[in-house]
DNA sequence: TTGAAAGCGTTACCAC
DNA sequence: GTGGTAACGCTTTCAA
């Protein structure tokens, strides 16, 4: 296919269309739109003229003078990440079932790309749906009053409204099961963080506490599957002791499941592993996983009511609103 | 949080700010857009009230008259699908290093969600990029005109470009490798449809006949672990004396994985199992996936870069380079 | 049924 | 350095 050099001077416009078919820019614009008053010959002699041309109408343009379309910019760390997945999915079907437009952007975990998205996103989008890593008045300084709704940001935010995630309830009946089972080595494979503990190892501890069981048995792994089963392996060299453990998330939980099976422990007799997330993934993995497991759509369905109400300046969810409670799912691996 | 009710009036302009500032227009403009030529008091001024404006300017009014912007919508049947997950990754990762935008949507694989897709999307975006199920003449009728490329359209598209999915190479050397390991009855799991039998069943079928390999061994599944479970016991059932099963695609080759483990089929000595497409998700089964795998991430770079081709009027890729070739990766399973 | 004119909110091109 | 004026391409309102 070659096309004529030169071929894309200048795009077509409502006007071409009109003259084309001798009538005026306003008789173009019924015709296309389906509005009603206008002659059947004339209409398709205006469609013709514009098929002809291969005009299509600027989406600026008509924008501009109706407002109603309304477009979201959803922000994640990355798309392959199974979590993320989930969010965005939950996030596209609530804001499809309103009609609105989203507009995704994978930063691939590198907080240069997530400025680079924060510095564009704005004079694109009515809205941001996201997970940050940069600090709140960073991300303000970019967003400069745009509704803004983050995603499992720990600390309670204060400027932004934030979807929470409270596992608190869910982890504790997770250990309570371990225990039930006859548990009493309970071990976690937690996020490997530069800094501090994650709020998941918090909730941990605290459960582990209620039940009497020693939290020292820690340690951090990478956000994949690969981490998980390194963690693991570090975790039982230390503490032969474990027969069960409590992971960060469902990726290092996997990861947990395939090692134990090469190290020859059987799940979940020898070694029970319980993820956190609740992924649809788990389900594909032997035996099956069993998760303190969020509810991704009622996440993404929450982030999007609360775009609304801040876009459309009615009372907007309270902080206790905004929250997603994990509760267990019991599977084969635990 | 209860904002004043009626307090979103009115969007406020440009104006606004020229007004609080005690400026012009244009004024505005440059302090916004970091344009020189303007005193450094009178910038901050106007930054000032805007800011305590709460001033946003309009995507659309820009957008209209700095014609730079471009974005791209990108359809998928299911995000949830690790197919097309990667494929979206993919094309989000080529067109962020373009500076363009993605609109992704997903149609959660109903023909109803699709057309009304393809209503809305032409207003959207510059360009599409899709795997669609309706007819070409259909798609023509929404798109009119409009840049699209399709993803793994199997009948050579003749109206759009569409990159094309080539796994005889890749599907032969996967026979071939069985039957180098003595496997001499091998089924396929076929993807589940309506009507004809999958290209990649003419693969499948291709390569074992030129292994003199009987090719009657073919058993439809849907398109999910559960799918190739049960397909796989079909097959079983009908065929015991198989020693091997190539499936249409990954997830119909973990599901199948996890039966033949049920069933006691130890893998890949008593069954050896490989799959289609390559996702990462292999690599989390046990025994990891070997599989005919695709370059996502090529398959992602090349439907953008036509699309840059058609929309710029520069020669667009011929059929023959818009190809991704799938070869063989082994792991565990085979 | 059709068309002329006004405007949507912004930036570009000139004068000043 | 700053402010008019004219686009950008479309829809809406109102006359004809």
Redesign the pocket.
């Known amino acids: 296919m070659v096309s004529t050099p030169g071929a894309e001077p200048?795009?077509i416009?409502?006007?071409d269309v009109a003259r084309s078919a001798?009538?005026?820019?306003?008789?173009?614009?019924?015709a296309?739109?389906d509005?009603?008053?206008?002659?059947s010959?004339?209409?398709q002699r205006v469609l013709d003229a514009a098929r002809a041309l291969g005009?299509?109408?600027?989406r600026?343009?008509?924008g501009?003078?109706?407002q109603d379309t309304m477009t979201i910019g959803l922000v994640i760390p990355d798309l392959l990440n199974p979590f993320f997945t989930e969010v965005a999915a939950a996030a596209l079907e609530a804001a499809r079932s309103r009609g609105w437009h989203v507009v995704v952007y994978d930063t691939t975990d590198r907080a240069e790309e997530e400025r680079g998205t924060l510095q564009v996103i704005t004079s694109q989008v009515d809205a941001v749906i996201g997970y940050f890593s940069c600090s709140e008045s960073e991300l303000e300084s970019y967003t400069r009053g745009m509704p803004v709704v983050l995603i499992g940001r720990e600390g309670r935010s204060t400027r932004f409204s934030s979807i929470r995630i409270d596992g608190e309830r869910g982890v504790h009946a997770a250990i309570a099961h371990l225990v039930a089972r006859g548990h009493t080595r309970i071990g976690m494979l937690d996020h490997h963080t530069r800094a501090e503990p994650s709020i998941r190892h918090d909730w941990f501890t605290a459960a582990a506490k209620a039940h009497g069981v020693d939290t020292g048995r820690v340690v951090g792994a990478d956000q994949s599957a690969d981490g998980g089963g390194e963690a693991l392996r570090t975790l039982l060299a230390a503490h032969p002791e474990v027969t069960a453990v409590f992971t960060f998330n469902d990726i290092i939980a996997i990861g947990a499941l395939r090692e134990a099976r090469r190290l020859g422990r059987r799940v979940p007799r020898d070694l029970a592993v319980i993820g956190f997330d609740g992924l649809q993934l788990g389900a594909l993995v032997e035996p099956p996983l069993s998760s303190v497991a969020l509810d991704t759509r009622k996440l993404g369905a929450l982030a999007i009511e609360q775009v609304a109400r801040l876009l459309s300046g009615l009372d907007t969810l309270e902080a206790d609103e905004l929250v997603v409670h994990a509760e267990l799912h019991l599977s084969g691996s635990a």
């Open positions: 200048r795009k416009t409502i006007n001798g009538v005026s820019r306003q008789t173009v614009s019924r296309l739109n509005k009603g008053e206008i002659d010959d004339t209409k005009y299509r109408p600027s600026f343009a008509r501009l003078v109706r």
